[in-house]
């Protein structure tokens, strides 16, 4: 059974201090593995997908990388706008690779 | 073009009542999905569809869920006999062609049942 846990739960920033989230995942074949960001009463917003290790995207203050069993959401100098909860999900190679199973997310608090 | 949207953004239920869930897709988008979210959870998945065609529901609960997608464009998810334990938020996704291909989400409709 495909499994993701993000740590932490919650996280309290200061506006620019770094920091990453993480994501640890086991799936039978990694279709790719992909973040979301969640505003409170929206649906999920589309981020970035990683295929396979060693990969990295970024976009804007927000950089994720992708290891054989997690991935990191690193957020450089974050705003208080960056606020969101965030979720990770992988897709699997088998079953048709039609459904994506999510972690529980991070909440990620950045004040001024 | 516009987004995934789903209608009604609210829904209240009585216990015993049944409820549709209605959700347009992307124009052109060919893969449809929908996910349950339980407060502070992670969206699970429910069912999917490619075209008109359901190919895995694999996710949903019990029988008295069911979703259609007659034409291959809007969806609907049914829910019968609601219960309590039905109180979440219910998300449409699509994707372009594959159903590999990144799904966009919908904005989610909150299902409260008395």
């Known amino acids: 059974e495909d499994q993701v846990t993000q740590s932490p739960e919650a996280l309290r920033l200061q506006e620019g201090e770094s920091s990453s989230l993480n994501c640890s995942y086991t799936v039978s074949g990694l279709r790719g593995l992909f973040w979301y960001r969640q505003d409170p009463g929206k649906g999920p917003e589309f981020l970035f997908t990683l295929y396979s290790a060693g990969e990295e995207k970024e976009k804007e203050r927000l950089k994720a990388t992708l290891t054989k069993k997690e991935s990191f959401l690193h957020i450089t100098a974050p705003k208080p706008e960056d606020s969101a909860t965030y979720l990770c999900?992988?897709?699997?190679?088998?079953?048709?690779?039609?459904?994506?199973?999510f972690g529980t997310g991070t909440q990620l608090k950045v004040e001024l | 073009g516009a987004g995934v949207s789903q209608s009604p953004r609210y829904k209240v239920a009585k216990r015993g009542q049944d409820v549709a869930l209605r959700c347009d897709p992307i124009s052109g988008h060919v893969s449809l999905f929908w996910y349950q979210q339980a407060l502070g959870q992670g969206p699970e998945f429910l069912t999917y569809?490619?075209?008109?065609?359901?190919?895995?529901k694999s996710g949903l609960p019990s029988d008295r869920f069911f979703a259609e997608r007659p034409e291959g464009s809007v969806s609907t998810l049914k829910i019968q006999r609601t219960q309590q334990e039905d109180s979440a938020v219910y998300l449409c996704?699509?994707?372009?062609?594959?159903?590999?291909?990144?799904?966009?989400f919908g904005p989610g409709t909150r299902l409260t049942v008395l």
């Open positions: 569809f490619q075209n008109e065609a359901q190919l895995d």
């Open positions: 996704a699509s994707s372009l062609v594959l159903s590999t291909d990144t799904q966009y």
């Open positions: 999900a992988v897709g699997a190679l088998t079953g048709g690779g039609n459904k994506l199973t």
